[in-house]
């Protein structure tokens, strides 16, 4: 079973940005895709973001198109998710887990539980 741990969210001014990582565990990066997810309140956790490790397919949604980048950190099982010029609309609870990546978005394996998550608040 995965595990997840996000971190490096916060508070941060519209415009500004924020580099989010995802410790992962209990499985082997390279034969699977992580992504990223969102969720503000009363609404359900929108895909945002994977990367397959296994097929190199990489999806960004349209409301973050140009301004996030998925990347893993060299030598180790992080994942980070780069967030450049933030809106308020970016505020949110971020999440990464073990997914299929598509071309059309990240499909949840749920296979292994959600993380604890990581808080993003853009002030305009």
């Known amino acids: 079973q995965g595990h997840f741990v996000e971190s490096g969210g916060g508070l941060v001014k519209s415009g500004g940005s924020l580099k989010l990582s995802c410790a992962t565990s209990?499985?082997?990066?390279?034969?699977?895709?992580i992504g990223w997810f969102r969720r503000t309140p009363g609404k359900q956790r929108e895909g945002i973001s994977c990367i397959s490790f296994a097929d190199g397919t990489v999806y960004y949604s349209d409301s973050v198109k140009g301004r996030f980048t998925n990347g893993r950190d060299h030598g180790n099982d992080t994942v980070y998710l780069q967030m450049n010029d933030l809106t308020f609309e970016d505020t949110a609870e971020y999440y990464c887990?073990?997914?299929?990546?598509?071309?059309?978005?990240?499909?949840?394996?749920?296979?292994?539980?959600w993380g604890q998550g990581t808080a993003v608040f853009v002030s305009s």
């Open positions: 209990g499985f082997t990066l390279d034969r699977y895709a």
């Open positions: 887990a073990r997914v299929a990546c598509f071309m059309t978005g990240p499909v949840h394996l749920n296979v292994d539980p």
